[in-house]
């Protein structure tokens, strides 16, 4: 069956952050999770390239609007080309063949009539990029996302009517309790529409924002940046010009921060509704990635996480596990250097230690070679029959930001319960035994063997330490395949000590 993941497409007036790093990290994850499934994935990430805050950054660059979108692009993308992320399509919403989706899609709705123009005076937040009403702001008067006193703007626009397709929006929800995950945010876009919704306004004027796609039936004006941005999701799938669309569609996967939850759960599914599209099949949404000790991250506080520096310095895979593991389902989370360096430190004592400690003995005292498993006790085919129960069961569940989570856990645990097998069965006393070889061998066997299944089980998480646990027992062309049957390490396989996983690190 073919999924389809996306993530936000991201703006470009700064660097890529922890953040876009965590949901497009998130959206791999769950491709590789559902892989091993057997399931294939599309998975679609990008920037959003077009709007005042783009066009600013552009003005206050020596670079052509061109030179300036290409090169701030390219660091989203190499960036998760680094963090070993498998995107089949990295959107940008500059490309010709998006924009013409968008101007068709403008088209279509205009002529069904749900287009109209009238002038407009409001407050505008540059920020948001979008007009506020006194109730949106903050006590100074300022909007509460960028602390900025919005402008005073009267000028003609384009309008879309939401509010006809309020209580069609409501009834959705309630009739689809797993749309958005988690409940709470559902909550949350409930309460939004328990007042009436205002129009839309889906342009701008080009003397303003002359940084987007010109509206088709007015040269005058651009499109708005969101319902641009959020066209993306289907303009990726070629639509409109696509026999297998609806096939692929209803199999789609949003994942998406807090911060964008209005336009994606009330913009975007009434766009889709009036356009004769369902909504996407599942909106999974998380919290925000906050500085130590719950303060906001900023680059003037210092306490702004460079995913480049974590890179350098911990590796990629200890970067994807600590964010998968650490994010809260239903609040915001905490991330900083120390706290990642702590991450590291329990993944290098946990599985890293086991790995070394098992593949030195196996080198040491069994020529290097995987031992008999002959005599093996109940004990030890119960830590492996426990250790495989618990990922399959992980790996039957549903993809969600719980199954993540829980997956993450899963391997601590099962690291945890071999390394205290390990420490139990003291094989190191059972090697000097001559008596007592059979059992020194199944002990080595078992504990190898676990290592097998928890390196195959982090393949989603963690696919290059994955590579290399696979490797080091002597499996040359893993299948990475959600199979977690016992017995399966080949007695007499030459294992191989590498370099540790997770080496020491100040
Ligand atoms: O909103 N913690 O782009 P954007 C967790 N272009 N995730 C975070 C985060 C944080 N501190 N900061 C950002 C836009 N994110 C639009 C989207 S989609 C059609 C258009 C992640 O560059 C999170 O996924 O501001 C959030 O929703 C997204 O980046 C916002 O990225």
């Known amino acids: 069956m073919e999924k389809y993941i996306t993530t936000p497409i991201y703006y470009l007036n700064g660097l890529p952050h922890i953040g876009h790093a965590y949901t497009t990290i998130l959206g791999d994850v769950m491709k590789k999770f559902e892989q091993m499934r057997g399931n294939s994935v599309y998975y679609s990430t990008g920037t959003d390239e077009h709007g005042q805050k783009n066009q600013h950054s552009i003005e ?40 013409k989706i968008v ?17 407009y005076e409001g407050l505008y937040c540059e920020g ?25 703007i009267s000028e003609e626009n384009y309008f879309f009517k939401l509010e006809p397709y309020r209580q069609w929006l409501i009834d959705y929800i309630k009739s689809h309790p797993d749309w958005i995950e988690p409940q709470n945010y559902a909550n949350e876009v409930l309460g939004m529409l328990k007042s009436p919704l205002d129009d839309l306004c889906i342009s701008r004027p080009k003397s303003r924002v002359w940084l987007g796609v010109e509206l088709p039936f007015d040269s005058d004006y651009v499109t708005y940046i969101w319902f641009d941005a959020l066209v ?75 995913p480049v520096e974590v890179i350098n310095m911990l590796g990629v895979d200890a970067l994807r596990f600590y964010l998968i593991n650490n994010m809260t389902l239903s609040g915001d989370s905490q991330v900083s250097i120390d706290l990642l360096k702590q991450g590291y430190r329990m993944l290098a004592n ?62 601590i645990k099962a690291g945890d319960m071999t390394n205290a097998y390990f420490a139990a069965n003291e094989p190191w006393v059972l090697a000097k035994n001559p008596d007592q070889r059979g059992r020194f061998e199944a002990v080595v066997y078992t504990t190898l063997e676990a290592l097998r299944l928890i390196g195959l089980a982090m393949y989603p998480l963690t696919p290059a330490t994955t590579a290399k646990i696979l490797q080091s027992l002597g499996i040359e062309s893993p299948v990475f395949k959600a199979d977690f049957t016992i017995m399966k390490l080949k007695e007499g396989t030459l294992i191989k000590v590498g370099d540790p996983l997770f080496p020491f690190v100040e």
Not at 64 to 85: P, Y
Not at 103 to 119: A, P, T
Request: glycine share 6%.
């Open 350 to 411: 946990n599985i890293g230690n086991l790995q070394m400690r098992v593949l030195k003995m196996t080198q040491k005292s069994l020529e290097g070679k995987v031992p008999s498993p002959l005599a093996m006790n109940d004990g030890d085919k119960k830590l492996l029959n426990d250790i495989s129960a618990m990922f399959s069961r992980v790996y039957s569940r549903d993809m969600d930001l719980e199954t993540t989570g829980e997956l993450a856990a899963s391997i």
């Open 60 to 99: 206050e660059s020596s670079l052509s609007a061109e030179d300036f979108l290409k090169e701030r692009s390219d660091n989203f993308k190499n960036l998760f080309v680094d963090l070993g992320i498998d995107f089949d399509y990295f959107v940008r919403t500059s490309k010709p063949e998006h924009k």
């Open 128 to 152: 948001c990029e979008q007009f506020k009403k006194k109730s949106d702001l903050d006590e100074n008067g300022c909007c509460p996302d960028h602390k900025v006193a919005p402008k005073a």
């Open 103 to 119: 101007r068709e899609i403008l088209q279509d709705i205009y002529d069904r009539g749900l287009i109209v123009k009238k002038s």
């Open 232 to 306: 993306n999701y289907i303009s990726t799938l070629n639509f409109g010009h696509n026999p297998d669309f609806n096939k692929i569609w209803e199999n789609s996967h949003h994942l998406i921060g807090k911060d964008i939850l209005k336009p994606h759960c009330i913009y975007w599914p009434i766009m889709l509704h009036a356009l004769g599209i369902n909504p996407v099949k599942h909106c999974f949404v998380h919290g925000y990635w906050i500085g130590e000790g719950g303060v906001k991250m900023s680059k003037s506080l210092g306490n702004a996480v460079d």
